[in-house]
């Protein structure tokens, strides 16, 4: 931990909602500052779909995003990217060269599922 990473309560933490849901649709996004994609993913029925920006191109193609489960904060406030409004924000990790690989599950589990 570095100095500049506080220290946060468990109920901190649970302020914060990560869940997992599929990846329906990767769309080209070319007005993005960087390359970037248009997800849509599925969150189960108490949330639905959402929408969101990732800029996950370099390790990810279009086609191989469809059908991928991943993590996501769903109660941040929606934000505008470009044309499009990102209402969740889709969890990664950087490569050694900043390069965003995505935070996955290793086992199906639902679509909606909490993070804990």
Known sequence: MND????????????????????LSADDFPEARKPAYVLHIDFGKEIGIKKTSAQVTKHYSQEALIGRKVAAVVNFPPRQIGQHMSEVLTL?????????????????????????
């Open 92 to 116: 990664g990790f950087p490569d050694g060269d900043g390069e965003v690989v995505l935070v996955g599950v290793d086992h199906d589990v639902p679509n909606g599922g909490r993070l804990y």
């Open 4 to 23: 500049t990473t506080a220290t946060i309560s468990f109920d901190d933490f649970l302020k914060v909602d990560i869940r997992v849901g599929t990846v």
